[in-house]
């Protein structure tokens, strides 16, 4: 019985001139990490369980692809946990490896097994694919690819700006004239979750916080009231720092009711510092009090960015400060920071709104017109100078000309190199231009520095 041929849910096949147009963002992004002193590594697709699980708070765990045993392990299956629902103990003995749920985590682990060939402080950049279960939509995928830059060794505040500086020129070199780039601090949310008397609820806070964007300040605070048992008499003050839009405003309030102890005014002094350092680069940043992001790894300044042509598709970046994720693999005092682009989410604006070049749209050059094996003999010559520095394709069957020229036009050629029986026969090769009907002929001993296209 014939299989109908599908993929699975949440991942997609990428065409010629998708695969074109990724790799121009990639460029450019790799182009920046470069010029910032940023090295590449690769790690594996997978990790052990055990590495990843446990890093991302009880949502992002519920994410994780997990990868059963194979062979003699398979019958270590602990059958009698699931009949006593004992969910994680069942995974345990079914699964010891899962697809890697970010590029962070394993940076960690890397850099804890390898601390002793490292030298701090360590920049790193990676662009490789991540897997999460999440449910599917436009932008969100669960086989996607994620571009990262990390520095790890360092608590120095310039690293923050840094991190800014390469969101507003890898936005700028990719043709985006609106994008915002919001930032907040993990200290100084702990702050206020002790000012309103939830700090025996932070990741819950956090987490209801998270979702302002999406269900709105009152819908927010009625869940921090419900879940958590928010007083009334705090409400206002939240309010305030929900509806204001002004940066400077926020922070002068947070300053005033929320610094309490040296760990927040040390994230304020850091966040001003911040702020001070952009307002002389003309870069744009605003402090987004409701900026959360949900991973627990977090422990400073987070950052994210979202185009204001398409909010629909929420942020294309994010990262943030972390402190405590290379201690879980007995590495110690060793600070890390980090940014990550979401490909295929900036892919997708980009497409939507034609900001990719011309040539990236129509990537095939020459396209050689098949008149027989003695022809596409006599001007191989020709074909092996032109690939020294253009994309050439020679058709590879001798068939009608008509097939070969809506070939051409299908697939987006901007020339055709004609040479056929007419053309041996006056010792000059011929150049049509697709997008105009222009021909020009030029000797075949002709230098082909002087080929016109």
């Given at each position: 019985m014939s299989m109908k041929?599908?993929?699975?849910?949440?991942?997609?096949?990428?065409?010629?001139?998708?695969?074109?147009?990724?790799?121009?963002?990639?460029d450019i992004i790799r182009d920046v990490f470069t010029k910032y002193g940023y090295l590449e590594i690769q790690t594996p697709s997978f990790e052990k369980r055990e590495t990843l699980s446990g890093k991302y708070g009880n949502e992002g765990d519920r994410l994780i692809f997990n990868i059963l045993n194979s062979g003699e392990k398979v019958r270590k299956v602990d059958v009698s946990a699931l009949d006593e629902n004992k969910i994680t103990k069942f995974i345990n003995s079914i699964s010891e490896k899962a697809l890697r749920y970010d590029l962070t985590v394993p940076l960690a682990r890397y850099v804890s097994q390898h601390q002793n060939e490292i030298k701090f402080p360590f920049?790193?950049?990676?662009?490789?694919?991540?897997?999460r279960a999440d449910r599917p939509q436009k932008g969100r995928y669960q086989e996607f690819t994620q571009c990262?830059?990390?520095?790890?060794?360092?608590?120095?505040?310039?690293?923050?700006?840094?991190?800014?500086?390469?969101?507003?020129?890898?936005?700028?070199?990719?043709?985006?004239?609106?994008?915002?780039?919001?930032?907040?601090?993990?200290?100084?949310?702990?702050?206020?979750?002790?000012?309103?008397?939830?700090?025996?609820?932070?990741?819950?806070?956090?987490?209801?916080?998270?979702?302002?964007?999406?269900?709105?300040?009152?819908?927010?605070?009625?869940?921090?009231?419900?879940?958590?048992?928010?007083?009334?008499?705090?409400?206002?003050?939240?309010?305030?720092?929900?509806?204001?839009?002004?940066?400077?405003?926020?922070?002068?309030?947070?300053?005033?009711?929320?610094?309490?102890?040296?760990?927040?005014?040390?994230?304020?002094?850091?966040?001003?510092?911040?702020?001070?350092?952009?307002?002389?680069?003309?870069?744009?940043?605003?402090?987004?009090l409701t900026l959360a992001r949900g991973l627990d790894y977090y422990t400073g300044v987070i950052y994210e960015v979202a185009s204001l042509t398409n909010t629909e598709i929420g942020s294309i970046a994010g990262g943030g400060r972390y402190k405590n994720l290379t201690e879980r693999f007995n590495a110690n005092n060793l600070s890390g920071i980090g940014i990550s682009f979401g490909l295929e989410r900036i892919y997708h604006l980009?497409?939507?709104?034609?900001?990719?070049p011309e040539e990236i749209k129509s990537p095939n050059d020459i396209l050689v017109i098949n008149f027989g094996d003695e022809f596409i003999h006599d001007i191989s010559f020709v074909v092996n100078q032109l690939r020294a520095s253009r994309s050439v394709l020679i058709y590879p069957d001798f068939v009608k000309l008509s097939k070969q020229f809506t070939?051409?036009?299908?697939?987006?050629?901007?020339?055709?190199?004609?040479?056929?029986?007419?053309?041996?026969?006056?010792?000059?090769?011929?150049?049509?231009?697709?997008?105009?009907?222009?021909?020009?002929?030029?000797?075949?001993?002709?230098?082909?520095?002087?080929?016109?296209?």
């Open positions: 041929p599908s993929i699975p849910k949440g991942t997609r096949d990428y065409h010629p001139e998708i695969v074109l147009k990724r790799n121009y963002i990639i920049k790193r950049f990676q662009i490789q694919n991540v897997w990262d830059a990390d520095v790890i060794g360092s608590d120095s505040t310039y690293l923050e700006f840094e991190m800014i500086q390469m969101y507003s020129n890898v936005f700028k070199n990719l043709g985006f004239e609106k994008v915002q780039i919001k930032v907040n601090h993990r200290e100084i949310l702990a702050s206020i979750c002790r000012k309103i008397e939830l700090n025996d609820n932070f990741l819950d806070f956090v987490t209801i916080l998270d979702k302002l964007d999406k269900i709105g300040s009152e819908k927010v605070i009625n869940e921090l009231k419900d879940k958590l048992g928010l007083k009334d008499k705090f409400i206002p003050l939240l309010n305030e720092i929900f509806k204001s839009n002004n940066s400077s405003q926020i922070l002068s309030l947070i300053n005033k009711e929320f610094i309490d102890n040296d760990n927040s005014k040390k994230a304020f002094n850091q966040l001003k510092t911040l702020f001070d350092l952009t307002s002389n680069n003309t870069i744009d940043i605003s402090f987004d980009m497409d939507d709104n034609n900001m990719f070939y051409a036009d299908k697939n987006k050629f901007n020339y055709v190199l004609i040479y056929g029986k007419e053309e041996a026969e006056k010792n000059v090769i011929k150049i049509k231009n697709l997008k105009t009907g222009d021909e020009n002929k030029h000797k075949l001993d002709d230098s082909i520095k002087n080929y016109k296209f």
